[in-house]
T-cell receptor
């Protein structure tokens, strides 16, 4: 089946530093990947839609300069949290799909803690 | 904007009891998907419903899509401890929107 690998699974960083999270589709090509943020015991909040070879589409209220998304190839999208602050601490999950109406395949998520 | 509402937020049942979670959209959806997220895990795709009035079954799980394609439900018969987790619906109009999820706990 379709596998999405997300790395790292957890990261601790100091306030003011930047963190890059990778999302890879291992056995399929994903023209579209999605990035979510999930607070404890809450739903998935869509942050942005990442399209291969073009700029990401950000949801309202998500700072594009803070959450940089790059979708350089059909199998890789990256999310960089720039100048991280403690309030950015959260669980970030990516997903990818093989086609517009196909199921979403999720990565294992990245637990970010900013100290 | 497009919204998907899901209730209840939490459900605690005794093992063997039934469980139902409901999703409702403010707009007609092209399809709806259901996902399960185990504690500490990531969402895993369960099923997709596309047709008006569609009903699909997976063992003890029954999924329904309303006639107007605005609501959907997931029903679990005779819950087991392995059913524990959060169940999310995700409705598609122009893009996928997730419901808030229903967190199911099962007491043995």
């Amino acid at each position: 089946g379709a596998v999405v690998s997300q790395h790292p699974s957890w990261v601790i960083c100091k306030s003011g530093t930047s963190v890059k999270i990778e999302c890879r589709s291992l056995d399929f090509q994903a023209t579209t990947m999605f990035w979510y943020r999930q607070f404890p015991k809450q739903s998935l909040m869509l942050m942005a839609t990442s399209n291969e070879g073009s700029k990401a589409t950000y949801e309202q209220g998500v700072e594009k300069d803070k959450f940089l998304i790059n979708h350089a190839s059909l199998t890789l999208s990256t999310l960089t949290v720039t100048s991280a602050h403690p309030e950015d601490s959260s669980f970030y999950i990516c997903s990818a799909q093989t086609g517009t109406n196909s199921p979403l395949h999720f990565g294992n998520g990245t637990r970010l803690t900013v100290t | 904007g497009q919204q998907v509402m899901q209730i209840p937020q939490y459900q605690h049942v005794q093992e063997g009891e039934d469980f139902t979670t409901y999703c409702n959209s403010s707009t007609t959806l092209s399809n709806i998907q259901w996902y399960k997220q185990r504690p500490g895990g990531h969402p895993v795709f369960l099923i997709q419903l596309v047709k008006s009035g569609e009903v699909k079954k997976q063992k003890r799980l029954t999924f329904q899509f309303g006639e107007a394609k605005k609501n959907s439900s997931l029903h679990i018969t005779a819950t087991q401890t392995t059913d524990v987790g959060t169940y999310f619906c995700a409705g598609r109009l122009y893009d996928m929107r997730f419901g808030a999820g229903t967190r199911l706990t099962v007491k043995p």
